[in-house]
């Protein structure tokens, strides 16, 4: 089923991580890290689904697998040759380790390190193995060819407009100065040939949006290669958001330890990994944007429609055996959260530690059930440490970026962080608010649900109960879960113990077009809301920009 893959100089030594995804997946079933899924599954309502159980049905963290499915459908009963892994890269710390080639404890030092000291990659010459099939012109128009070929799931059914790519590195090039980026961004299914892509346009944002502000000045289209199964090493580096003008790829390099072999696209002028699995290569419109979504987000909450990037495909190409990847995302724990986890809790304690300089600090712990690892920082101080240097820790950690730190706690190192009751007790007994509570105004609102909520906020301890309509909960309604559980059990998976929510529901804002467009989604009717929202295709807009807000006075222009 799965190729051999290469077995290169970096990727035959002893521990280093793999080059290759295929390779570092039979690294992660050798370690007892995979569980294969053969009977048949369906894409579009069931396989993130089932994945799901494993996040919010009480397993500890170390017992996840990353699962991969062999026998993969979709609703109308079509069958894909490829298969569909989903948590290979982060399902839990120790596959993120295995994919780093590197002991947890190591990590974040080994991304300190690659910063500093980059090793660039080496361009080969084509066909490289991520272009062994190249699919372009009239078969990417076919009823069912182009991105229908592909078995791109469906992450929160119920609730989505339509499969999305969400394991995604996409690679684009600042056209003043030739730098290429590469980010983490969604990609929904609007036709066989196109993709609504959205790039996140708040501060501390996508580096592809800034390159897309200058194609619109420019007036030209904007290139980008979404690149899906590449070495864990490079995918990596989309979510740690690194600073737009570094050379990722050399980052990537360094923590391979040797360059990343690169190829050039075949239809737009970008460089991508050359043994990745599959490459969706297109134009971005610079002007005309489109309804993109409604779709499950990472801070717990469908995202809505918004008016997004309109993205033509001109060329897919992959290997001759490729095995596709997804991410599961939404509400946390979930794949996504432990990417960020594992790599930004050591980055914020190297800050507070190295740079800042904070004396007693210990540790720094990100929570991540429900509120995505973002918005609430756990601090770790030695007994006795200074309160001038607690405070500036805690200032530290809160201003350190734009969309981090909303909530920000420093306890004693008798407390366990990921313990909340403990972390509530700490501060039940050990803290006066008169004396002990700070409120910072003026930051970001960050990575987060629109409903409801003002761009300016601050770091506070608040009350966070539901106060206006929010959009559903970015789980898969009650009956795929259900739908997923019988499944799960009749696989003689391990036993589950969920605690709620455990699926997912409407909070009061959500309307009939959306959904209509979850219900064809997952009946494999999505082309319908992709002809639709195509009808719908507009300028004079910011990407983001609601849908129902396009047309009020002062909203969504530039």
């Known amino acids: 089923m799965l190729d051999q893959p290469d077995q290169r100089s970096g990727s035959a030594k002893k521990n280093a991580p793999a080059l290759d995804f295929q390779q570092h997946l039979a690294t992660l079933e050798k370690a007892g890290l995979v569980t294969r899924i053969d009977r048949p599954i369906d894409k579009d309502s069931e396989l993130h689904t089932l994945m799901r159980w494993q996040f919010v049905g009480g397993l500890p963290e170390e017992k996840r697998r990353a699962f991969l499915f062999t026998n993969v459908v979709d609703a109308s009963g079509k069958k894909y040759d490829m298969p569909v892994v989903v948590g290979a890269l982060s399902a839990n710390p120790d596959i993120y380790a295995v994919g780093m080639g590197r002991p947890v404890d190591q990590i974040g030092q080994a991304w300190i390190d690659a910063v500093s000291h980059p090793i660039k990659p080496v361009r080969i010459n084509t066909p490289a193995p991520c272009q062994e099939v190249v699919i372009k012109g009239d078969d990417l128009r076919k009823p069912d060819g182009g991105l229908k070929l592909l078995p791109v ?79 864990p090493v490079i995918a990596f580096t989309g979510p ?17 330890g040797e360059p990343i072999r ?54 897919i190409t992959h290997k001759k055996k490729p095995v596709f990847v997804s991410l599961i995302s939404q509400v946390t724990p979930s794949e996504s959260s432990v990417i960020k986890r594992v790599a930004y809790e050591p980055m914020f304690l190297s800050h507070l530690r190295d740079h800042l300089g904070i004396k007693g600090i210990r540790g720094v712990s990100l929570h991540e059930p ?92 608040i009350d966070a109960t539901l106060k206006a309509p929010f959009p559903p909960l970015a789980l898969p309604t009650r009956e795929y879960m259900d739908r997923a559980k019988k499944i799960w059990d009749e696989l003689g998976l391990p036993a589950l113990s969920p605690q709620p929510p455990w699926h997912g529901y409407t909070l009061g804002d959500w309307s009939d077009t959306w959904e209509t467009y979850a219900k064809r989604a997952v009946s494999g009717g999505w082309e319908e809301s992709g002809k639709e929202t195509f009808a719908q295709k507009r300028g004079g807009l910011t990407p983001e920009t609601p849908v129902r807000d396009a047309d009020k006075p002062g909203k969504g222009g530039h």
């Not at 790519?165 to 036709?191: H, I, S």
């Not at 696209?265 to 050359?274: I, N, S, W």
Request: one cysteine or more; glycine letters at 10%.
């Open 262 to 315: 690169t190829v050039k696209c075949l239809t737009v002028d970008l460089e991508v990994p050359a043994d990745a699995e599959l490459v969706i290569e297109g134009l971005i419109d610079p002007e005309l944007l489109e309804p993109e979504g409604p779709f499950g987000e990472s801070h717990g909450y469908i995202a809505l429609e918004d008016f997004n990037m309109s993205m033509q495909v001109t060329a």
């Open 153 to 231: 799931p469906i992450s929160t059914p119920g609730f989505d407009a339509a499969p999305y790519f969400t394991a995604t590195l996409c690679v684009t090039k600042d056209p003043e100065t030739g730098v290429e980026n590469m980010g983490t961004y969604r990609a929904g299914l609007k036709a066989t040939d196109r993709l609504g892509v959205r790039m996140a346009s708040r501060i501390g944002g996508a580096g592809g949006y800034q390159h897309w502000l200058k194609h619109r000045k420019l007036k030209t289209p904007l290139p980008i290669a979404i690149v899906n199964g590449c070495a």
């Open 370 to 461: 429900l509120s995505n690892v973002r918005p609430v920082i756990f601090l770790k101080f030695a007994q006795g440490a200074p309160r001038t240097e607690v405070w500036r820790g805690l200032q530290g950690a809160s201003g350190l970026r734009a969309d981090c730190g909303k909530i920000v706690v420093a306890v004693s190192d008798d407390i366990d962080p990921t313990n909340t009751n403990a972390v509530f007790w700490s501060m039940a007994y050990r803290a006066n608010p008169v004396e002990d509570v700070h409120v910072v105004p003026h930051r970001s609102s960050g990575h987060g649900p629109k409903s409801g909520r003002v761009p300016n906020d601050s770091s506070l301890l």
């Open 240 to 256: 740690q958001k690194l600073a737009i003008d570094m050379d990722e790829m050399g980052v990537a390099g360094a923590l391979a």
